[in-house]
């Protein structure tokens, strides 16, 4: 799904720089430091400019890039662009890294200095000779799947200018009642610019300055609803950040748990339940509308990425990294580190996740984040007659109330 995403967003990005008298030069290679010194020596270029990234591969990778390149006398310089604070400036009173969001976030929100505004974009841009650099078609999807893809064009568009659309849209309208509406998993009522934020579209720090501006224009106002969504949402914010943090202290989340004890738990191996699972058969309503919903539209709602994952390790008890790899391939703001934190923290693998034995029951987190069955209903067309008050549990439900929604339980 995410190289759908990247294809329009880099299409989006070539079309922008051409206007500015540029163009986005694209290489296929086995080694991203051989490919970029090539570049440079082809265009003559004497410095480079790159952002920072806090996965464990990237690091290597951006070291090693900077080493060679300054061998050959480039001029390497390199900037936070993803992130409100850089991972090494904030820290206990010891000096140490943070263990726990709250903390973290708590000394993000206090620290004596504001994240850097961001920058207006170039008028122009003043280009190199590139004529002697060949261009590779970079190919991202297959016949199979072009089918497919076509339809995440109905929901959604890529690119920086849509980014900053979404972002308009959004603080003009839904922000303000986001604290009361942010659990809706049947209305548009979430931000929806991850997949923005993770494809580099729109700065973390642009979303940060133009959220607190509506923050400080609600609190003149005495909007006490307006402020709290704020706050609800910068938190939000917060744990993209905490994810980079935990990311960069701790590079070995993405395939092991921060807590030891953990690291030889006896997961079930069950290709069947995996299968069940991904495909929304499980017979829970909820649990299964989120998973037709993923592999439908590349999305899902971060409650109901809570209450899917949950459901697979703490009642399937099948191994966390399945979840991890499984969501890697299917959402569009698919994310390392994010899903890192979010499967760590769901089965109890950081020191302030949740107790093992938590389980958000599907029927229940049914009442609270789709009170009337709109969501059930639209990804699990079967359930589409049954009355509201069975929606979230149809096992319960009356004989007659069944026959009469055309439902045969363990059957359709």
């Known amino acids: 799904m995410s190289r759908w995403w990247l294809k329009h967003s880099l299409a989006h990005l070539d079309s922008s720089l051409r206007s500015l008298g540029n163009c986005l030069i694209t290489k296929i ?10 570049v440079v020596k082809s265009t003559g270029a004497t410095q480079l400019f790159f952002n920072h990234l806090y996965d464990p591969i990237s690091l290597v990778r951006d070291h090693r890039a900077k080493e060679v390149l300054t061998a050959h006398g480039i001029a390497v310089r ?8 850089e991972p090494w400036d904030v820290n206990d009173a010891q000096g140490r890294p943070f263990n726990n969001f ?8 206090s620290m004596p200095y504001d994240p850097e505004a961001p920058l207006l974009p170039p008028k122009r841009i003043i280009s190199g000779d590139v004529s002697t650099c060949a261009l590779d078609p970079l190919v991202f999807e297959d016949e199979s799947e072009k089918g497919s893809n076509a339809l995440l064009a109905r929901a959604w568009s890529p690119g920086w200018s849509n980014a900053d659309k979404a972002l308009t849209t959004f603080i003009n309208g839904p922000l303000i009642e986001y604290s009361k509406n942010r659990r809706k998993a049947d209305s548009a009522t979430t931000s929806f610019l991850s997949p923005h934020l993770h494809f580099g579209e729109v700065s973390v720090r642009k979303v940060f300055h133009l959220v607190r501006i509506k923050q400080v224009l609600w609190a003149n106002e005495g909007n006490k609803a307006g402020e709290e969504s704020v706050y609800l949402f910068l938190k939000s914010i917060g744990l993209r950040e905490y994810s980079r943090y935990l990311s960069f202290n701790h ?9 030891g004890h953990l690291k030889f738990f006896p997961w079930v191996v069950n290709e069947g339940y995996f299968k069940t699972w991904r495909q929304g058969r499980t017979g829970y309503p909820l649990m299964d509308a989120g998973m037709r919903e993923l592999w439908a ?7 109901i990425r809570v209450v899917v994952s949950s459901f697979f390790v703490k009642v399937l008890q099948l191994p966390w990294r399945w979840g991890m790899k499984y969501f890697w391939d299917t ?12 499967w760590q923290y769901i089965y109890g693998a950081l020191p302030d996740g949740r107790e093992f034995d938590h389980i958000d029951n599907p029927q229940f987190e049914g009442y609270k984040f789709d009170p009337n069955g709109e969501y059930v209903r639209w990804w699990l067309p079967e359930l589409a007659r049954l009355p509201t008050d069975w929606i979230h549990h149809p096992w319960n439900a009356p004989e007659s109330v069944l ?3 055309g439902i045969e339980l363990g059957s359709n």
Not at 102 to 109: D, Q, S, Y
Not at 251 to 259: M, N, Q, T
């Open 102 to 109: 709250a903390a973290f976030w708590e000394k993000c929100l």
């Open 297 to 303: 539209t590349g999305w899902l709602h971060d409650r």
């Open 331 to 342: 959402l569009l703001d698919a994310d390392l580190k994010s899903d890192a934190l979010g």
């Open 78 to 85: 390199s900037f936070n662009a993803d992130l409100l604070y």
């Open 251 to 259: 590079p070995y989340s993405h395939e092991r748990p921060l807590l």
């Open 403 to 405: 026959q009469a929604a």
């Open 29 to 38: 290679s086995t080694g991203s430091v051989s490919s970029l010194l090539g």
